[in-house]
């Protein structure tokens, strides 16, 4: 058993998670920045700040948890854990969810894709970096170099104004077409070589300002923890937006400190209306052009309050969308690791070196509510959960109502009609059968066991000796034989809900009916899937060929050799079987399933649970 922890695990769910999670905190800020959009745009953008750390933050507190919290096991690993070990164990079910079960078996290309792209993703960044540092070191014809060295000296004496203890470098490049910053610590303006020979140099100094602006706030360092945060989020939309409001924000700060210190706020919106329609600068750098040109240079120029608009609450709808998608999937608790970790394996040495040791506590999908599975050679329960507690078996019933029937040696041969009566007595259960139809009570009791027939059930109780109370009271003895101490049955059919019984009885009861040949011979005739029954309508007759209700009887490879199904909105899905496992005689109950796909998941995981621990032993 591989107890080691899945990476994908670990790292998956949380990216998944978050696709939900980001969704809500994209919502939130958009919704908070529109309540906001007429305060200082620095509030907007500390706003701003906060989301993209909790975008960051929740991914990352998700892997934590999956790292320290206990780790559900399959039902294999789990017996196998239990046989191996000498120790007592202290078993907790999870409902498993199919949603996030398709999903978990998707992990490692989720994840393998995710590192794809955060590889790409870095690589871009990385060459960004490598290009906007080597900006400003090509030679330069000696005009140009006088110009470097007055607007270097000119930078020098703006920062301090700014107080900026910090040396800003100035540098011109031949290749840019718009103003960019880089670097913390030593801060250097990159300034375009046309620019400075095409705009006059009291907006130079604005864009300069500007600059000046993002280096004494740190914006730079900012920006990078920016893009690294894109570079592992680059596939949800919601921090992409993020990260763009955060530009938009960042730029009128800028523009509110340089605007400031100059005291020529009409000088930057003519700077920067010169820039608008210059090609973009490398997204790793800062650039007088970021953010919306036109929207900067009017608030510059004319600053005014914006009126809210009924589009502006829209993200509300994100948020009550994001948490209904999120109740309809997430509908129970689960834990999607297949494997114990580590940890576990540690202590189960510990269990087997001091049989004192206090119990280890196992999470084991199971979606039945109640189950119980045991090997009838050894009478060892295999499995067990909640097995006493009383809840309604549905058509389980009609188990207890076949045997009673055999009991009785009644004339297997003789025609039984259905009449109008069974139909008032089951009003509104379903059935193949209608009032005159005639079968051998042989038929009808196959149509009982087979395709669940409750009109059949009904009939056989109807016509057992001394009618439906001498089946019912019959009934009672057999349950009180037996010593079903939870059983209890009001009805042949299971239709009504007071028909009762734990998982625990349902198993007992099971294996008595291997003891009816009867049964086993149904059993065995149904293992083509299919029963032929002869149903004769008066005069006519024809052939029905009726469907077994556990779709696995006469599946290769399945060795059944008693099956009941049941189902009710009250009772669930609900099976029990009798069948061999590896060469095992098992008997297995399972009550309270969801539906079909989740049953049959767990009898498949309990197969393979009993098929690898045979072979281990």
Known sequence: ?????????????????????????????????????????????????????????????????????????????????????????????????RVLHTLQNQLPLIVTIWLLGVSLMVARLVVGLLWVRQLGRNLLPQEQQQLQVHWQGRTRLMAQAFGLQRQVAFKIDTRLQTPVTSGCWQPVIVMPASLLSGMSPDLIEALLAHELAHIKRWDYLVNMAQHLALAFLFYHPAVWWISRRMDIEREQIADDVAAAVLGK???????????????????????????????????????????????????????????VVVSAVAKYEYH???????????????????????????????????????????GEILLQKEADS?????????????????????????????????????????????????????????????????????????TYPGGETAFLAAAQTKIDKLGLTHMHMEEPTGYSKNNVASAGDLAHLTQTAMTYPELRSIASAAATSKAKLMVSYGVKSEDSSHQNTNVLVGQKGWDIQLSKTGFTRVAGRCILMHLNVAGRAITMVLLGAEDLDQRTDDILHIREAIEQQSTSS
């Open 390 to 462: 009383t809840v309604p078996m549905a058509s389980l019933s009609k188990l207890l109502t076949a045997m009673v029937v055999l009991d009785a040696h009644q004339n297997m041969q003789e025609m039984l009609t259905v009449t109008k009566e069974d139909v008032v007595a089951l009003k509104g259960a379903s059935s193949h059968l209608k009032p005159g139809n005639r079968l051998t009570r042989q038929q009808m009791l196959e149509m009982t066991l087979i395709p669940s027939d409750n009109r059949a059930a009904q009939v056989l109780a109807r």
């Open 1 to 97: 058993m591989n107890a080691n922890f899945s990476v994908a695990e670990i790292i998956g769910w949380p990216l998944l998670h978050f696709v939900w999670q980001g969704v809500v905190i994209g919502c939130i800020a958009a919704l908070v920045c529109a309540l906001l959009r007429n305060r200082r745009p620095e509030t907007r953008y500390l706003v701003l700040c906060v989301a993209l750390l909790i975008c960051v933050g929740w991914p990352a507190f998700g892997i934590y948890q999956q790292v320290i919290t206990p780790q559900a096991m399959g039902l294999e690993a789990a017996l196998d854990l239990i046989q191996q070990s000498g120790g007592r164990f202290d078993v907790e079910f999870v409902k498993d969810n």
């Open 336 to 378: 999607v690791n297949e494997e114990q970790t580590q940890a576990l394996q540690g202590a189960l040495q510990a269990l087997k070196s001091d049989p004192i040791a206090a119990p280890v506590k196992l999470l084991v999908k199971l979606n039945s509510a109640h189950a119980i599975v045991i090997d009838d050679a050894s």
């Open 265 to 323: 706020p009409r000088a930057l919106a003519l700077a920067l209306q010169k820039l608008d329609g210059w090609q973009s600068a490398p997204r790793m750098a800062l650039a007088a052009n970021g953010g919306h040109l036109l929207a900067r240079i009017r608030r510059l120029m004319r600053p005014d309050q914006q009126a809210w608009r009924w589009t502006m609450a829209s993200p509300v709808l994100g948020v009550i969308l994001s948490c």
